[in-house]
């Protein structure tokens, strides 16, 4: 079994045989990446706004996030399965947190570096605060927005696989499973490349989609 | 709540701590795993950074790296290793774990070099320092702090992920919460909460101690208070 020739790192046979595994776990991989960063975002944005109007809260609101970043992944799991189960949902709540402070971190890192000359120019121009918020501060706070969003999700794509202890890691799946499986080095390398691969195209598309958003930053770049 | 006290039980009884694969044994592994890992580490991050940093080059290929070795899963490493010449074992684990920790090194230590006040610099060479000199005298004991904030973020990176050790029976505080899940929740359940809840607090304490180190290696006008706690690269994971 451990012979070279027996157990090659590379197969088609291997992809041709279990296209339908390979495409269940692409499947899951992906729903449940975007789905975590989605909801992340959806509560760290806001989340960050609050933090730049009320400074006394931003220092709980880092402290608290970072705390969190610290526990590792497995150990978030085996805080959360005991009471939410076997189910996608525990992997779920456990990549939304971890993805949380890497999108608040960006996004509060750029409304902080919105110039005090913008903000004090916007408000001689008759801004309000939401304004404000919509049409300067967050526009500029875009690009930092931006990065910790694709921080985010090629972080999200790698830490799902530890999902496998509760049976919902996507390729993690594949690669554990390939490991306890004889040592099945097609499917752990097969798993593993696409597992790299998800997270550098959803990376460029984010940045595509940055690029569309912010075309200021492309004539910059000229 | 039945499961927070499955845990306690767990917990206190003595033997799930003193087993030849007890708490005591399982957090020694632990930390053994950990310091190799970032030593290792340590012996290739730190030189090649800091005179990637003294000669100015390499900075994108920095950045590069960074981003790549977040997209490759740990366990990806921890499974593919033992299969390869390395043969199992420690080993693979350690260098596995290695790998993930170096691009918090490297880019610390370039930085910290790199962002030396070139006019500092100047006045070095002006007062006659050599090359080397100019790298150890003068580079080196101001790159300090990065070096230590890039340590703190790769050691309790190593301690995290060493966890994850578990799903190769690799050895590791991760093995009881991993048997727990085996077990199956209606009768693991507590064991897994509590081999979780004693990753979490070595990991936080692990932290706490980095964070108290690298406060103590910051000569005190370089510290900022305020600062975000997450390594002086932003390159970190």
Redesign the interface.
């Known amino acids: 079994m451990s012979s070279q020739a027996g157990n090659p790192w590379f197969s088609w046979d291997y992809i041709r045989e279990n296209t339908d595994t390979l495409l269940a776990a692409l499947r899951e991989h992906i729903l449940l990446t975007v789905a975590s960063v989605a909801i992340a975002a959806l509560i760290a944005i806001p989340l960050s706004i609050l933090a730049y109007r009320k400074n006394w809260l931003t220092g709980p609101i880092l402290a608290t996030a970072g705390t969190l970043y610290t526990i590792p992944s497995l150990a978030l799991f085996a805080f959360l399965a005991p009471f939410t189960g076997l189910n996608p949902g525990t992997v779920l709540i456990g990549l939304v947190l971890y993805a949380l402070l890497v999108i608040l971190r960006g996004s509060l890192t750029g409304l902080r570096t919105v110039p005090a000359e913008i903000r004090e120019v916007a408000s001689g121009m008759g801004y309000g605060k939401l304004a404000m918020l919509w049409r300067v501060e967050l526009p500029l706070a875009l690009p930092s927005i931006m990065t910790g969003l694709r921080i985010a999700t090629v972080s999200t794509v790698a830490l799902l696989t530890v999902g496998e202890i509760v049976g919902f890691g996507g390729f993690g799946n594949l690669i554990i499973g390939g490991f306890r499986n004889n040592f099945y080095r097609a499917q752990i390398m097969t798993a593993t490349l696409a597992c790299v691969a998800l997270a550098l195209v959803l990376d460029a598309l984010l940045a595509l989609t940055g690029r569309a958003l912010m075309p200021w930053t492309r004539r910059r770049s000229q | 709540m039945s499961?927070i006290q499955d845990a306690f039980i767990w917990l206190n009884d003595p033997l799930n701590w003193t087993l030849p694969d007890g708490i005591i044994a399982r957090t020694r592994e632990h930390l053994w795993i950990t310091l190799l890992a970032v030593a290792l580490a340590c012996a290739v991050g730190w030189p090649i950074g800091v005179l990637l940093g003294h000669y100015g080059r390499g900075g994108a290929a920095l950045v590069t790296l960074a981003?790549?070795s977040?997209?490759?899963?740990?366990?990806?490493l921890l499974?593919?290793f033992?299969?390869t010449a390395i043969g199992f074992g420690e080993r693979a684990i350690v260098l596995a774990l290695a790998v993930f920790a170096v691009p918090p090194l490297l880019a610390n230590a370039y930085l910290g070099i790199r962002e030396v006040d070139p006019q500092v610099k100047e006045a070095a060479l002006g007062m006659g320092l050599s090359g080397r000199q100019l790298l150890t005298r003068v580079e080196l004991p101001l790159a300090v702090p990065y070096l230590a904030s890039g340590f703190r973020t790769a050691a309790?990176q190593v301690i995290?992920?060493a966890?994850?050790a578990?799903?190769?029976n690799g050895g590791g505080l991760?093995m009881i919460?991993?048997r727990?899940?085996g077990l199956g929740?209606a009768s693991g359940?507590?064991q897994?909460?509590a081999?979780?809840?004693i990753?979490?607090v070595l990991?936080?304490i692990a932290?706490g101690l980095l964070a108290l180190g690298e406060r103590a290696v910051t000569p005190r006008h370089l510290r900022a208070p305020?600062r975000?706690?997450?390594g002086r690269a932003s390159m970190t994971?």
């Open positions: 499961v981003n790549v977040r997209a490759v899963p740990t366990v990806a499974t593919i033992p299969l309790v995290a992920t966890t994850l578990a799903f190769v991760g919460i991993s727990g899940f929740l359940g507590g897994v909460l081999g979780g809840l990753v979490a990991c936080l932290e305020g975000m706690s997450e994971m």
